[in-house]
């Protein structure tokens, strides 16, 4: 029996239920009379895990499961979190002049490139493992501190099976295994906020970017809130509903691993990164899933031009609504991290901050990815290490961290390259090269200069 994830009613109304709790909705008493309703039918309180249920629900469950997502749907959030742009821009007092895009240098440009896949690749083969597993792993083989490839060449049996690896990609992303970049939804996204610019220009619209899902996007390749939308987007569905539709989702990671491209084709101009970001995120998430989108989009574009990470997380911090959870998570996790030196009690803040959220939530991995970064210090290795290290969505937090780490570095450590080749299954894409991406991201940030 085929199991859909992410998309089936009965699935969705425990998640739903933990966003109303975290966006303010949670304490209304119309949310409780859901809640009640719902456990009442039998309804479970947790969501599953692995996004589905063993089995399905009966009729009237998904009947009522449907019914209770469209109401609490309805049920604004009290808090003061926006979504439309010209809102949130109303909110933040230091968001940049924009006009202000440089000529980027090649190496930066290549170097965020490079830092992207290998972060991304670090963190593949222990994507769902918890933080304690990793950290047994890595003693096992001699790298913690992390500071190379996962292997499992000397790994002890009992640990090898009480932490499993992530087995879809332990045959591509261990060091044994490794021969060029596997395919990867955090670098497929990248390609694809490539392709919309070269098709569409820098002034896309959120419609294009639909239609390049449509046209590109595998429905097998997405997951969460981007399964959420596509879903949408099939029923007929237009942005902003393809984000709230059904889509309790609409908070956690996957917009903010879509958003480098656009910093990349606006070197220090995170204004202007950040408008795009928003135009892309907005496709599938709302308030704090779309800040983080602009947040990395700015950190990335600042990246090209900045002398340091604080100069890089000051330019994300500035497009983000200073009263937002989003924005409060990162000042405190900055400040964590530059007051602590061990990086493990930085993550235990974390975790005793965050640490209820889903692990690709993308409050949780956004206070991660600006703590690496500051704990990093320019340091590539010591950067992907540390994002990895958390043991949240570790090849997202990972790839974003490289690709600010290796864009101020200018290139990465030898030790963190692959062959050059990367596997996708988006049109036109499979077998790519950082060299010809580098070209063609260049092109894009250089054309149409103000």
């Not at 395919?183 to 220009?201: F, P, S, T």
């Not at 390749?221 to 309790?248: D, I, K, Q, S, W």
């Not at 990164?273 to 308030?287: E, G, I, M, V």
């Not at 049109?427 to 063609?440: A, H, K, N």
Request: charged share 25%.
């Amino acid at each position: 029996m085929i199991r859909l994830t992410w998309v089936q009613p009965e699935d969705l109304v425990g998640h739903e239920l933990r966003q109303a709790d975290e966006d303010g909705r949670g304490t209304l008493p119309e949310v409780a009379a859901v809640r009640e309703r719902w456990r009442a039918a039998g309804g479970p309180d947790a969501p599953p895990r692995a996004g589905a249920s063993a089995e399905p629900a009966a009729e009237e469950l998904r009947a009522l499961a449907g019914e209770l997502l469209d109401e609490l749907a309805a049920i604004p959030s009290p808090l003061p979190e926006p979504s439309g742009l010209e809102e949130i821009v109303a909110c933040c007092a230091d968001w940049p002049a924009s006009g202000t895009r440089a000529r980027p240098e090649p190496g930066r440009v290549r170097g965020a490139w490079q830092g992207r896949v290998a972060g991304c690749l670090l963190g593949k083969p222990v994507e769902k493992i918890p933080r304690e597993g990793i950290r047994a792993i890595a003693e096992a083989t001699g790298n913690w501190p992390i500071r190379g490839w996962f292997t499992a060449q000397g790994l002890p049996e009992h640990i090898a099976r009480r932490w499993p690896w992530n087995r879809r990609s332990a045959a591509t992303s261990l060091a044994e295994n490794i021969d060029g970049v596997p395919e990867d939804d955090d670098i497929n996204y990248a390609l694809l906020a490539l392709g919309v610019l070269e098709r569409h220009g820098r002034d896309f619209t959120t419609d294009d970017v639909a239609q390049a899902w449509l046209d590109a996007l595998p429905a097998g390749r997405v997951f969460t809130a981007e399964r959420a939308a596509y879903r949408n987007l099939l029923m007929g569905l237009e942005p902003p509903a393809t984000a709230t539709h059904r889509n309790p989702f609409r908070e956690w990671i996957g917009a903010l691993i879509r958003a480098d491209v656009y910093g990349w084709a606006n070197p220090g101009d995170p204004a202007a990164a950040a408008a795009q970001a928003w135009r892309d995120a907005r496709l599938s998430h709302t308030a704090n899933g779309i800040y983080g989108a602009m947040f990395a989009a700015a950190m990335c574009a600042q990246s090209l031009v900045a002398a340091g990470v604080g100069e890089v997380i000051e330019a994300g911090l500035s497009v983000v609504p200073p009263g937002s959870r989003l924005a409060r998570a990162v000042r405190q996790a900055v400040a964590d991290a530059a007051a602590e030196p061990d990086f493990e009690r930085v993550v235990d803040r974390l975790y005793a901050r965050h640490g209820h959220l889903h692990w690709v939530h993308t409050i949780n991995n956004a206070a991660l990815l600006a703590a690496a970064l500051v704990h990093g210090a320019g340091d590539f290795t010591t950067t992907i290490g540390a994002a990895v290290s958390a043991g949240w969505d570790t090849d997202s937090a990972a790839a974003t961290a490289g690709s600010i780490a290796g864009a101020l570095a200018g290139g990465v450590p030898e030790r963190w390259t692959t062959r050059d080749r990367i596997a996708s299954s988006l049109p036109g894409f499979d077998g790519v090269s950082i060299r010809e991406l580098t070209t063609r991201t260049l092109a894009i940030s250089e054309g149409d200069r103000r």
